[in-house]
Nanobody, 113 residues
Framework: QVQLVESGGGLVQPGGSLRLSCTAS????????MGWYRQALGKERELVAK??????EYGDSATGRFTISRDNAKSTVYLQMNNLRPEDTAVYYC????????WGQGTQVTVSS
């Protein structure tokens, strides 16, 4: 079992920034994907970003504004979110896939003035 603990969510004004962190309870080798999904109220969960072998991939909503990074020594994945918009409001879930997906508990991000 892999436990994932997220942090960094909160309330931010439009145009602001947040940095999410997610730390795994065990080592996740770089070959295995770690990443972020989000789910807004009444909508399906969607991929935000993922990273494996140091190569990031982004969902349409994140391209150009969000950056995913990873510290393998700390088993931690980060999501730097800039120029946030109200439509980015959602619960953000971290995941790791060392053979099967494990999920974090989610962290709320609210973008509002």
């Amino acid at each position: 079992q892999v436990q994932l603990v997220e942090s960094g969510g909160g309330l931010v004004q439009p145009g602001g920034s947040l940095r999410l962190s997610c730390t795994a309870s065990t080592s996740i080798p770089s070959m295995y994907t770690m990443g972020w999904y989000r789910q807004a109220l009444g909508k399906e969960r969607e991929l935000v970003a993922k990273i494996a072998f140091g190569r990031p991939e982004y969902g349409d909503s994140a391209t150009g504004r969000f950056t995913i990074s990873r510290d393998n020594a700390k088993s931690t994945v980060y999501l730097q979110m800039n120029n946030l918009r109200p439509e980015d409001t959602a619960v953000y879930y971290c995941y790791a896939n060392p053979g099967r997906k494990f999920w974090g508990q989610g962290t709320q991000v609210t973008v509002s003035s």
